[in-house]
Nanobody, 123 residues
Framework: HVQLVESGGELVQVGGSLRLSCAAS????????MGWFRQAPGKEREFVAG????????NYADSVKGRFTISRDNAKNTVYLQMNSLKPEDTAVYYC????????????????WGQGTQVTVSS
């Protein structure tokens, strides 16, 4: 399986922006659907965004549509999540995931997880 390492999480003010990166190693990500999940304290891990390996189509959770953008650079084996207009409810640990299937990734279809990066949005 591919190994994933996230970076870019930090403390940010409400309305601010962050870009998360997910560097892959051990295997190319070009044949995986790549995505981001997040988990807030006391809550289940939830899908945030995904990008298909085949046609680059994207999918987003309703809560982040219009604010977050997922992209991938297969040549660099890296996936990004640009997060704008951040809200306190975006506070969570963000996990990169490599999966199979379409641009919406079901947790059961995830083949590799990163270790997570903390995003905290302060009001």
């Amino acid at each position: 399986h591919v190994q994933l390492v996230e970076s870019g999480g930090e403390l940010v003010q409400v309305g601010g922006s962050l870009r998360l990166s997910c560097a892959a190693s051990g295997r190319t990500i070009s044949s995986y659907t790549m995505g981001w999940f997040r988990q807030a304290p006391g809550k289940e891990r939830e899908f945030v965004a995904g990008i298909s390996w085949s046609d680059g189509s994207t999918n987003y959770a309703d809560s982040v549509k219009g604010r977050f953008t997922i992209s991938r650079d297969n040549a660099k084996n890296t996936v990004y999540l640009q997060m704008n207009s951040l809200k306190p409810e975006d506070t969570a640990v963000y996990y990169c995931a490599a999966g199979i299937g379409g641009s919406y990734i079901f947790k059961i279809n995830v083949r590799s997880w990163g270790q997570g990066t903390q995003v905290t949005v302060s009001s």
